[in-house]
């Protein structure tokens, strides 16, 4: 796919982004159709690790003459959105490359592929752990004194929105990474800092999970600190691979004077 020049007046800008989400949309929506007939099997996978959280005699319900295709329609575009995320991702990429220096954007291909791995990643940690552990636990609040019905539409959101939200929460190692890598934010203050991260990865976890379960924060929570611990001994490693470790404390401003010093010193 092709990529813009850096250089364009703000209308041609406006009209790679208009062509870019054209082909995103275009993309989701075909996606979303050629799985719509293969909904009932997707949404018996969404519910497969729920089975023993649940009352053995529990089934999916629907309310209105209109539930069926309203639920339909929003698992297919659940599964169009996660089959056609590498070509989300690249193209959303692809439209902030040209502002990248040639560097810089070396990085790109590898980035989009961390992207894909990590969103899966998320997903599948929340397919697996995640939801059932939650679910688990909200329908044990009510065991004692009521039956759970099982609104087909209202578990069928809650289990979709925890995948996006696992999938896009666990993007944070990248943005640590670069920050860090590009030295936006020194390493060093990201190792200092510790524990105010720690307070904002709570706060993430509380509001990225859409549902009012502790469980699904604290599992979050854990898995955020792991990833974010990892994108720092990564990001330590090719600082200190790349310029040195005295490099671990440098600003933006010392990173940029350093690339200056090696070109002058190149030419």
């Known amino acids: 796919m092709p990529v813009g020049p850096a250089r364009?007046?703000?209308?041609?800008?406006?009209?790679?982004?208009?062509?870019?989400?054209?082909?995103i949309v275009v993309s989701v929506l075909v996606t979303a159709v050629i799985v719509y007939e293969a909904t009932p099997a997707l949404i018996d996978l969404l519910m497969d690790p729920l089975r023993s959280s649940l009352p053995p005699d529990f089934q999916l319900t629907i309310f209105s003459v209109l539930g069926g295709f309203t639920i339909r329609f929003k698992v297919a575009m659940f599964f169009g959105t996660i089959i056609a995320s590498p070509i989300i991702i690249w193209e959303v990429m692809a439209f902030f490359l040209p502002a990248l220096k040639p560097n810089e954007q070396r990085w790109v291909v590898p980035?989009?592929?961390?992207?894909?791995?990590?969103?899966?990643l998320?997903?599948?940690?929340?397919?697996?752990?995640?939801?059932?552990?939650?679910?688990?636990?909200?329908?044990?609040?009510?065991?004692?004194?009521?039956?759970?019905?099982?609104?087909?539409?209202?578990?069928?959101?809650?289990i979709m929105l925890l995948e996006i939200g696992f999938g896009i929460a666990f993007q944070l190692p990248l943005v640590i990474f670069y920050l860090s890598i590009l030295h936006i934010v020194p390493y060093a203050t990201f190792r200092a800092q510790w524990r105010y991260v720690y307070v904002g990865l709570m706060v993430l976890s509380a509001v990225v999970t859409p549902d009012a379960s502790p469980v699904t924060m604290v599992l979050m929570f854990a898995a955020l600190i792991g990833l974010y611990e990892v994108a720092l001994a990564v990001a330590r490693y090719v600082i200190a691979a790349r310029d040195g470790k005295e490099a671990l404390k440098w600003s933006r401003e010392d990173y940029e004077e350093h690339e200056l010093d090696k070109d002058d010193d190149e030419d």
């Not at 209308?11 to 870019?20: K, Q, T």
């Not at 980035?111 to 990590?118: G, Q, R």
């Open 8 to 23: 364009m007046p703000l209308m041609d800008h406006l009209g790679e982004l208009r062509r870019r989400l054209t082909i």
């Open 111 to 120: 980035t989009v592929a961390a992207m894909v791995v990590l969103f899966v």
């Open 122 to 158: 998320g997903m599948v940690f929340c397919y697996f752990v995640a939801t059932p552990a939650a679910i688990g636990w909200m329908v044990e609040q009510s065991a004692d004194f009521a039956a759970v019905i099982g609104d087909a539409e209202d578990y069928l959101n809650i």
